[in-house]
């Protein structure tokens, strides 16, 4: 009972300790990036970032036309890439990109990056001084 | 009925919960908002997190041309596999751009030089991604004067971001 008060109050101090982070007040995203194939006139590019823009979940999205490349930012809690792409395959041949592997520049954290965003969900949730900051 | 111990125990746990609200109440109730901060002008935490989001599209798109200036710096965060450092560096950028336009809140990342360290960012590459952060905010329909405002307050940054 006393270590699980103990627990419970050290989760507490953790998560109040400090204000919460701006980013914590918006819905997290995710990156996609595709590749088209065949042409990719202007008109054609316009269209594609209509209908992409227009899909729920999509924050943000970019149509490089010259290089047939398109990236978008996505709420993965609402859409998938591989909805994105079945949307997109009756007008455009996508395909997803990944960028080709190169050097990883300088020190990696060795705790998976899906741990950390979980922790700091935590955190902002369990954090009250949340309820007296206007964003 | 309560034992003495839990009752203490209770009273300790609603003390902890209540020591970080009852600090920020105080701050906030201390500090005069400023009228109208860039911020707030913008459009607040929405404006922001759209112009963000559109600049991380844009940076993603520009390495996938053939004569991109960023594919260098920015490929290792393009991959497979690494999404959450580019939703990381999102999030950063979004308490930053919030702090440094007169957000309520602090950005608690890595300073530009710490950040950047060992990239060895050249001065073209800094004014492509200014580049792309400026097409974000006009796509995202922020005016001119504002934009230079953003632009403005970022532009000092360049020292201690180039040739690290
Ligand atoms: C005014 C200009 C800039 C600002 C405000 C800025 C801001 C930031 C911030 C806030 C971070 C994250 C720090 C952290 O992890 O705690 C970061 C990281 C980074 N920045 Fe910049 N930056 C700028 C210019 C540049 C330029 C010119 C480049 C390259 C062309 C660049 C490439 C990167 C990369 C690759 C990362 C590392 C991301 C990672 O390893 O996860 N930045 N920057």
Redesign the interface.
């Known amino acids: 009972m006393r270590l699980g008060l103990g627990g419970l109050m050290a989760l507490l101090l953790w998560a109040n300790w400090q204000e919460p982070n701006l980013h914590d007040y918006s819905a997290p995203i995710s990156v996609g990036a595709l590749r088209v194939a065949g042409s990719l006139p202007a008109t054609e590019a316009a269209k594609l970032h209509t209908q992409l823009i227009q899909m729920p979940g999509i924050t943000a999205c970019t149509v490089q036309a010259g290089a047939h490349a398109v990236a978008y930012t996505y709420r993965p809690d609402e859409i998938t890439p591989a909805q994105v792409q079945q949307q997109l395959a009756p007008a455009f041949r996508v395909q997803t990109y990944e960028a080709p592997a190169a050097p990883v520049m300088g020190p990696q954290c060795p705790v998976p990056q899906g741990y950390i965003m979980a922790l700091e969900k935590l955190r902002f949730a369990l954090n009250l001084r949340r309820l007296f900051i206007a964003v | 009925m309560l034992t003495s111990?839990?009752k203490f125990?209770?009273a300790?746990?609603l003390a902890?919960?209540?020591?970080?609200?009852l600090?920020?109440?105080k701050k906030?109730a201390e500090a005069p908002v400023a009228a109208t901060s860039l911020y707030e002008r913008l459009g607040?935490?929405?404006a922001?997190?759209?112009v963000v989001?559109?600049f991380?599209?844009?940076?993603?798109?520009?390495?996938?041309?053939?004569n991109s200036k960023l594919k260098r710096t920015f490929?290792?965060l393009?991959?497979?596999g690494n999404?959450?450092?580019?939703?990381?560096l999102?999030?950063?950028l979004?308490?930053q751009i919030?702090?440094a336009t007169g957000?309520?809140?602090?950005y608690?990342g890595l300073s530009m030089p710490a950040a950047h360290?060992?990239?060895n960012i050249s001065e073209v590459e800094f004014n492509a991604l200014v580049a792309e952060l400026g097409k974000?905010m006009t796509s995202k329909g922020v005016p001119a004067n504002q934009q230079t405002e953003v632009v403005n307050i970022l532009a000092p940054l360049k020292s201690s971001i180039v040739a690290q």
């Open positions: 111990t839990r125990s209770l300790l746990l902890t919960s209540l020591l970080g609200t600090g920020a109440c906030n607040g935490l929405p922001v997190t759209a989001d559109q991380i599209a844009n940076v993603v798109a520009e390495t996938m041309t053939s490929d290792p393009v991959q497979s999404s959450y450092r580019v939703a990381s999102r999030n950063h979004i308490d919030g702090q957000g309520p809140l602090v608690k360290k060992g990239m974000a």
